[in-house]
């Protein structure tokens, strides 16, 4: 893993899945953060608290939960092992609205046997929502683990799913 000495920027932007924690270094967005479940994160003390250097991301980010934005044009930075890496930017491809199972990500990344470290790996996308990783679910079609809860993972799927196919929404996660 790469440590990076850069400046670290964060601010926090409210969404309908609660308050997202976003941090960027001079090389893109770093982290993305839920509020509430197991992998939670408060920033650092020597993070600066910046907006603007934020405003990149916030405004995609709005733009994703307003159901005007399917993709995401950011400079990313995402800090992990190259195989990390190879799953987290693998993830972007998969198409807004849909899903597919860990083991079709692992087949996507060549190495079809490693299901259960492209799992791990998915687990740890420092870039949740940007990099997909709640698009991915069990083979059997089941909802599994998601840093942000299940029922975050719920809402994306289904505000996904609705807009996708030209329904409004106005659920809320619960």
């Given amino acids: 893993m790469t440590i990076s000495h850069d400046t670290i920027w964060y601010d926090y932007l409210p969404t309908p899945i609660g ?20 992998h939670r994160k408060d920033p ?29 044009d950011l400079p990313l930075h995402p800090l992990g092992t190259p195989f990390q890496v ?4 693998t993830l972007a491809d998969i198409p807004y609205g849909t899903t597919i199972s860990y083991a079709e990500l692992a087949r996507r990344i060549g190495q079809p046997l490693a299901v259960r470290a492209v799992g791990a790996a998915n687990g740890r996308n420092p870039l ?35 807009i996708a196919h030209g329904d409004l929404f106005g659920q809320q996660a619960t």
């Fill in 128 to 162: 949740p929502i940007v990099l997909p990783c709640h698009r991915v679910i069990g083979s059997d079609g089941s909802l599994t683990g998601f840093g942000g809860g299940l029922p975050t993972k719920r809402f994306l799927l289904a505000m996904e799913d609705q």
């Fill in 19 to 38: 308050s997202l924690l976003l941090a960027a270094d001079t090389q893109g967005l770093r982290d993305v953060w839920f509020e509430t479940g197991k």
């Fill in 44 to 72: 650092d003390p020597r993070w600066q608290r910046n907006a603007a250097k934020l405003a990149f991301a916030r405004q995609q980010l709005e733009e994703y939960f307003a159901g005007e934005r399917q993709t995401f």
């Fill in 86 to 89: 190879q799953v987290w930017h």
